[in-house]
Nanobody
Framework: QVQVVESGGGLVQSGGSLTLSCAVS????????MSWYRQAPGKERTLVAT????????NYPDSVKGRFTISRDNAKNTVILQMNSLRPEDTAVYYC??????????????WGQGTQVTVSS
C-alpha cells in the first residue's frame, strides 16, 4: 500500500520561501512520476511541478517556473518542493501525488492529505 504524507506548509510573507516535503512509503518503482498540485478555495486543483523517473525530468507551469523547484531525495524516499519568491496568489492547499508504473504499464496512484501554504501580502 502506497502512503503519501506532506509536510512543511505554513504562513510566510510575500517574497519569502518555503520547503514542502512529501514522504512516500510502500513505493519502490523504477518508473514513476511524483507531482505537486495545489488547490485554492473555490478553484480547481492544478499542477505545480512534476518529477519523472527514469531520467529525472521536471516540468512546471509558467505560473511557478523559475520560482519553484522539485527534486527527489532517494535516500529518504522523499520529494521536495522548494518555493521561492512566494506571492499571495500561491496561497493554497498543496498536495503530493505519486504514480508508480508496473512493467505492464498499469499504475498505482496515491494522493497525500495536503498541506496549507498561506502567503501574506
Amino acid at each position: 500500500q502506497v502512503q503519501v504524507v506532506e509536510s512543511g506548509g505554513g504562513l510566510v510573507q510575500s517574497g519569502g520561501s518555503l520547503t514542502l516535503s512529501c514522504a512516500v512509503s510502500g513505493f519502490t518503482f523504477s518508473r514513476y512520476a511524483m507531482s505537486w498540485y495545489r488547490q485554492a478555495p473555490g478553484k480547481e486543483r492544478t499542477l505545480v511541478a512534476t518529477f519523472t523517473s527514469p531520467g529525472g525530468m521536471t516540468n512546471y507551469p509558467d505560473s511557478v517556473k523559475g520560482r519553484f523547484t522539485i527534486s527527489r531525495d532517494n535516500a529518504k524516499n522523499t520529494v521536495i518542493l522548494q518555493m521561492n519568491s512566494l506571492r499571495p496568489e500561491d496561497t493554497a492547499v498543496y498536495y503530493c501525488y505519486a504514480v508508480g508504473y508496473y512493467t505492464d504499464n498499469t499504475s498505482i496512484r496515491s494522493w497525500g492529505q495536503g498541506t496549507q501554504v498561506t502567503v501574506s501580502s
